[in-house]
């Protein structure tokens, strides 16, 4: 732990609010995005390196973070993909003994502005009262005029592409070439952890980015496709709609996750809202509508599909729920091998209550 003097720094809303606390590491300045708020009790570093959080300021509404450090084997891409962190008590001093460093220092290594002692629950509670926006987090405290200023020309988050900043650019692969399956990964964003369970299910894994043609990722001669989570919003994403319009249409069997499950949605003519707030955590509730029972998930999402829509597609069964909300959570197209969740099984970090996902998966691909 470094000691040194904190600045004082501040988290200002589009709405005019204004919430006060102390920067942590180095970096001083300011860091635009959405607002939003997750609700895991662990598992911060899998949360700051996820695509899904592409340009987010992230709350994290547990009491303490960054307390077991972080360790670079359990990263779930290259680099911290939000913009901003606010929490309420910072954790300098890392007591996991498999951790590589703190918190701090890799924060600092991917230049992230992070904010400690905030009331996170106050901002929590407001920000479920008035719905996504965005904000600003800044050691100018003594600026606020000019911040509000740049914060007014921000686009609303619904309107920003953010996949083609997330994808790969180039295919790559991932996992033994001798294993027994073959699946082609369309990467909207893709965490690593779902290449890991992928690949230890026995299968040999080429992800292409969010781009690539159809018959490209054929050439691969895959015996099913996954399309990824990611972040934004998908009624942005009109190239790869067609791409997975495609991909749907070849009648080889398909999973879709988070993103991938809002796209797949989308290309069968369902509609996809913008929600007032996501669902971000580990804990989020989830009914299978098949077996009756419930299952703890981890989701990331800012987008849903519009339960109505779904109802009133004779094509599309709603398999999920969420009983939050009563959101979508999962559908399968009933002629068709395909099927999507709005969550992330067996993601890290996580529960593992939907893993037999993978296996339904890949029973498809001998039928």
């Given at each position: 732990?470094?000691?040194h003097t904190r600045?004082n ?6 709405d ?12 001083e300045?300011?860091?635009y995005g ?11 570093q ?6 899904s959080g ?5 709350v994290?509404?547990?009491?303490h ?9 359990e990263m779930?891409s ?16 890392n ?10 220092e ?8 992070a904010?400690s002692d ?6 929590t ?9 965005n ?11 000019e ?9 609303p988050a619904?309107?920003?592409e ?6 790969t650019?180039?295919p790559y692969y ?6 027994k399956?073959?699946?082609?990964v ?8 779902f ?7 026995d ?7 969010y ?6 990722m054929e ?5 099913g496709?996954?399309i990824?989570n990611?972040?934004?919003n ?10 997975v ?16 499950h809002?796209?797949?949605g989308l290309?069968?003519g ?7 707030n996501?669902?971000?955590g ?9 077996t009756?029972k ?9 987008f ?15 398999t ?5 909300d009563?959101?979508?959570?999962g ?33 498809l691909?001998?039928?």
């Amino acid at each position: 732990m470094k000691y040194h003097t904190r600045k004082n720094a501040l988290i200002l809303l589009e709405d005019g609010t204004v919430f006060f606390g102390k920067a942590v590491g180095d970096q001083e300045g300011s860091a635009y995005g959405e607002i939003c708020f997750n609700t895991g009790m662990s598992g911060y570093q899998e949360l700051m390196t996820d695509p899904s959080g592409h340009g987010q300021i992230m709350v994290t509404t547990t009491a303490h973070t960054g307390g077991y450090g972080v360790n670079k084997a359990e990263m779930e891409s290259d680099r911290i993909h939000l913009a901003g962190l606010v929490v309420r008590n910072f954790g300098y001093h890392n007591s996991r003994i498999a951790s590589d460093g703190s918190l701090e220092e890799f924060m600092n290594e991917n230049n992230l502005l992070a904010i400690s002692d905030v009331d996170t629950r106050a901002l929590t509670q407001h920000i479920l009262s008035k719905g996504a926006m965005n904000a600003v987090i800044s050691t100018e405290t003594d600026n606020v005029a000019e911040l509000k200023n740049q914060l007014s020309k921000l686009n609303p988050a619904d309107q920003e592409e953010r996949v083609s900043k997330v994808s790969t650019s180039q295919p790559y692969y991932f996992g033994t070439e001798d294993a027994k399956h073959r699946v082609a990964v369309l990467d909207l964003g893709v965490k690593k952890s779902f290449l890991t369970r992928l690949a230890e299910h026995d299968c040999y894994i080429r992800v292409f980015p969010y781009n690539a043609t159809l018959e490209a990722m054929e050439a691969f001669e895959p015996n099913g496709y996954f399309i990824s989570n990611g972040p934004g919003n998908p009624n942005q994403l009109k190239e790869t709609l067609s791409t997975v319009a495609a991909i749907v249409a070849s009648g080889k069997p398909v999973f879709g996750v988070c993103l991938g499950h809002q796209v797949i949605g989308l290309s069968q003519g369902i509609t996809v809202d913008k929600m007032k707030n996501g669902h971000r955590g580990l804990n989020h509730p989830v009914k299978n509508l098949r077996t009756g029972k419930g299952e703890i998930t981890s989701q990331n999402n800012g987008f849903v599909l519009n339960k109505e829509a779904v109802e009133a597609n004779a094509d599309v069964a709603i398999t999920h729920i969420n009983l939050n909300d009563e959101s979508v959570a999962g559908i399968r197209l009933k002629d068709k091998p395909v099927f999507s969740v709005q969550f992330h099984p067996g993601a890290r970090p996580g529960p593992e209550d939907s893993l037999y996902l993978y296996d339904e998966f890949f029973a498809l691909f001998d039928k």
